[in-house]
């Protein structure tokens, strides 16, 4: 088996080859154990008002009453979630697990044309919508099945101070767009309406869809990948196992910036943590970098997640360096390659190693992660296959290439999901008869298991026959000093087919481009070496912050054809 498996032989001491996911017979099974276990402990916070497990136990069960006793949705219903980071967002969210409902993720951010193709795609009956979005919706939801809309504003959990948020939001920063939406239902309403029904107990099993969470917006029209109860579970289970005793149960405190509508903070923060007692700090709006840092100074907290770009903001905000870092034992780095420069950065700073998994929305997202060992530092790896999983790097054709031999990473494992809703032919392009996942990754294995990636299909740069991966490129760049980030991708050339071309944010004003082509000059061979750079204020963005390579290609696409 180690042959097939090599990293088995690497795991960290006390992390099991296998998990049980009979261990739980739903997701609802995994709260009601929580919500039991940890009564009085705090479980979320956001703006400094907090829920414990035995509140949020009260709440969701409520809005679960009101969704199946007065909205009369039942199980297998579609639920859009339209929030950001907010105390109401874990209420709707276990609520309509324990209706049995679907739960429907939706960027808050998303155009109207976006936000359409997702409720109808889903066949969504019901959304709760924060006000700050709800103009989105009203100028689709006639074109949609949503029959039930339920309204909040950011302030509506967080007592008096909660008018003044509202309040000044609406008036002061108008950031709330007048919306017309006259059969919309207030969540504290509805929150209270649902005290006159009984808290439904649906049959719930592995088999059932808990979440249509929607992934490809960026590479063509958004697909839900039903996850089910089984998929999440597994995750859940395979992550905490290899945390080990890492993780102490009712004694963390971790810091939520990615938002939960997003795969990676949904099952690493919420359900992770969640089963182990774990206290949220919500983080509503984490652009506001120095309102973050503001908020990371007023409380001690061990743990945080967060994609590349959201470290390298946080090290570069004023004030960062004097936040108490003494508790913090696990910072987890994933939904885009971690760069080797920000990585030891944060080290140096924090005194806490920046650990690197990998994952995808269609694997729950969790396939692989470092080992959580003392003295671990930052390795350049994605990690090992975590408990029940299998790596394979596969060719064009399917079959399995050699330790070393760089190719498709393929992920098979219990988190896997069912397949994108409504959308065989999709699914299978992706999903294999025997389990596996391609997930357009190219990546290769060493002899101990260890998964590096090398780049996206799709962003791999072809140079003069010779392949050029932009994390390569990126991984170089933002050693320079006086760059703050750097995007890399390849553009035509009559000569070689592509060129590379650098978009870079400076942190030093007077860098130049002759100072950064020097630069790569020392460091990168002559084919790799960027042609074309371009500096810029700011560079596209995913709603976690991930960096849109295919953005920045399709701009200079537009002004050709232009």
């Given at each position: ?133 709800a103009s989105t919706l009203q100028q689709v939801v006639a074109e949609t099945s949503v029959k039930h809309i339920i309204t909040t504003g950011i302030g509506d959990l967080l007592g008096a101070k909660g008018a003044l948020i509202n309040f000044a939001l609406k008036h002061v920063k108008k950031m709330v767009p007048p919306y017309q939406l006259p059969h919309a239902v207030r969540f504290k309403s509805a929150l209270a309406a649902g005290t006159n029904y009984a808290l439904p107990k649906p049959t719930v099993t592995h088999g059932d869809i808990a979440f249509l969470q929607y992934t490809g917006g960026t590479t063509g029209v958004a697909k839900g990948a039903m996850l089910t109860h089984a998929n999440m ?330």
């Amino acid at each position: 088996m180690s042959n097939l498996h090599p990293w088995l032989s690497h795991y960290p001491d006390g992390v099991p080859a296998e998990i049980d996911i009979n261990q739980y017979t739903s997701v609802v099974a995994v709260l009601e154990e929580a919500f039991e276990r940890y009564r009085q402990r705090i479980a979320f916070s956001n703006f400094g008002q907090s829920l414990s497990y035995g509140d949020i136990d009260t709440l969701s069960g409520k809005f679960a009453a009101y969704l199946t006793g007065e909205l009369k949705l039942s199980k297998g219903d579609r639920i859009a979630i339209m929030l950001p980071n907010v105390l109401q967002y874990p209420i709707a969210l276990f609520g309509a697990l324990r209706a049995g409902l679907v739960v429907v993720n939706t960027n808050p951010m998303y155009t109207a044309r976006e936000l359409k193709h997702q409720l109808v795609d889903a066949d969504a009956q019901a959304i709760v919508v924060l006000d700050n979005f709800a103009s989105t919706l009203q100028q689709v939801v006639a074109e949609t099945s949503v029959k039930h809309i339920i309204t909040t504003g950011i302030g509506d959990l967080l007592g008096a101070k909660g008018a003044l948020i509202n309040f000044a939001l609406k008036h002061v920063k108008k950031m709330v767009p007048p919306y017309q939406l006259p059969h919309a239902v207030r969540f504290k309403s509805a929150l209270a309406a649902g005290t006159n029904y009984a808290l439904p107990k649906p049959t719930v099993t592995h088999g059932d869809i808990a979440f249509l969470q929607y992934t490809g917006g960026t590479t063509g029209v958004a697909k839900g990948a039903m996850l089910t109860h089984a998929n999440m579970i597994a995750n859940m289970l395979q992550a905490g196992a290899w945390f080990g005793a890492k993780i102490k149960p009712g004694e963390e405190t971790i810091i939520t910036a990615l938002p939960l509508y997003h795969i990676f903070a949904l099952t690493c923060n919420c359900f992770i943590f969640l089963r182990f007692g774990g206290r949220s700090i919500l983080i509503t709006n984490p652009r506001d970098m120095a309102g973050f840092v503001k908020e990371l100074g007023k409380i001690r907290f061990t743990a945080i997640t967060g994609v590349n770009t959201l470290f390298n903001g946080l090290l570069n905000t004023p004030g960062f360096d004097q936040v108490d870092f003494s508790s913090l034992r696990m910072s987890f780095g994933g939904g885009m390659a971690v760069q080797r420069a920000v990585a030891e950065k944060w080290e140096k700073v924090t005194g806490c190693a920046l650990i690197e998994g990998y994952g995808m929305t269609e694997s729950s997202p969790v396939a692989t992660i470092n080992p959580l060992v003392d003295g671990a530092h930052f390795s350049g790896s994605i990690g090992l296959p975590i408990p029940s999983t299998a790596i394979s790097i596969q060719d064009e054709d399917g079959r399995q290439l050699g330790i070393g031999e760089v190719g498709e990473i393929c992920i098979q494992g219990p988190q896997v999901m069912k397949g994108y809703w409504n959308q065989p032919g999709e699914t299978d392009k992706v999903l294999s008869s025997d389990g596996w996942l391609r997930t357009g990754d190219i990546g290769r294995m060493d002899d101990a298991g260890f998964v590096y990636i090398v780049d996206r299909k799709k962003d791999m740069i072809l140079v003069s026959g010779f392949n050029v991966y932009p994390n390569e490129i990126e991984d170089t760049v933002m050693k320079h000093p006086g760059v703050a980030e750097v995007a890399a991708v390849g553009v035509p050339d009559e000569h070689s087919g592509e060129v590379v071309k650098l978009f870079v944010v400076r942190k030093d004003p007077n860098l130049t481009v002759e100072q950064l082509k020097e630069f790569c000059r020392e460091n990168l061979t002559g084919y790799k070496r960027p042609k074309v750079i371009e500096f810029r204020d700011a560079l596209p963005k995913s709603n976690v912050g991930k960096i849109l390579r295919r953005e920045l290609r399709d701009e200079k696409k537009q002004a050709v054809a232009g």
